[in-house]
């Protein structure tokens, strides 16, 4: 007799699997704040953590935080994202603009992003325009790159299709450069929403204050000034919220990845 075949996984069992690490970890650092066995001012009880938590929603500490790094990451990647397209496109088309453009752009990327801080302060100042333009800066190179890949490998019998259905340059780029490049291109969009979250965090803690529209400093400065005040549940709370708020807005990102590729296939 032949084995029976095994189940296939569902997307539940699939979770499940993944919410193993995330409790397991909770269930040791619940182990050492309630037994003593870890540093007590470091592996607080959950119970500690919960209640600065809720009074820090309560008072609005940590949701105004959460509130001014969603739009400042925002913000600052739809700009990067953006320009990064916008450039990518034609140096994707344009043999002769990538070996004007591309030399100085592949130097300029080998630059860290947080290496950028000192010159973009000095021409910016520590305030709200230099944060965006770093967050910026780290949705652009990846957009640019991948933007720029899809174009330039767009095979060509689909762009001699457009030559010989006399469509104009722009109605080419619209109706078959950019949905046949549409993958590498939404690849390149979550990369640089990644980047740019990670330069909205970097920016924040290492920058210092700044206020969106009065909405709060951010979670960066939330976390640097609860660790500048030893306040190691406060850490804990932004450190989750940090990871929750990033989580959500990967989703959206992916959401309006799948769906750009839907707009592709169609």
Do not use: H
């Not at 330039?152 to 619209?174: F, T």
């Not at 979670?219 to 450190?239: H, K, P, Q, W």
Request: one cysteine or more.
């Amino acid at each position: 007799m032949s084995a029976p075949p095994m189940a296939r996984p569902t997307r539940w069992t699939d979770r499940a699997r993944g919410a193993v690490i995330p409790l397991g970890l909770l269930a040791a650092w619940v182990a050492a704040g309630e037994t003593g066995l870890g540093n007590p001012q470091i592996f607080l009880p959950v119970s500690t953590i919960a209640a600065a938590a809720a009074e820090s929603v309560a008072d609005g500490g940590v949701t105004s935080a959460v509130f001014a790094t969603i739009v400042r990451a925002l913000t600052g990647f739809v700009l990067g994202a953006g320009l990064g397209l916008l450039i990518g496109v034609p140096l994707g088309l344009s043999a002769r603009a990538r070996g004007l453009v591309s030399p100085s752009l592949n130097a300029a990327r080998q630059v860290a992003l947080f290496a950028w801080i000192p010159l973009l302060s000095a021409w910016l100042g520590t305030g709200e325009t230099m944060k965006i333009a770093l967050i910026a800066l780290g949705a652009f190179f990846p957009m640019l790159l991948n933007a720029e890949a899809g174009c330039r490998q767009v095979p060509q019998p689909y762009r001699e299709v457009g030559r010989l259905a006399e469509l104009g340059r722009l109605a080419r780029i619209r109706w078959i450069i950019l949905p046949a490049a549409a993958p590498v291109i939404v690849s390149g969009l979550e990369m640089a929403f990644a980047t740019a979250w990670l330069g909205t965090i970097g920016a924040e803690y290492l920058i210092g204050t700044g206020y969106v529209n009065g909405a709060g400093d951010g979670l960066g400065v939330f976390l640097a000034a609860s660790r500048e005040y030893g306040r190691m549940d406060l850490v804990i709370t932004g450190i989750v919220a940090l990871a929750v708020t990033g989580f959500a807005l990967d989703r959206v990102i992916v959401f309006i990845s799948r769906s750009l590729s839907s707009w592709q296939t169609s």
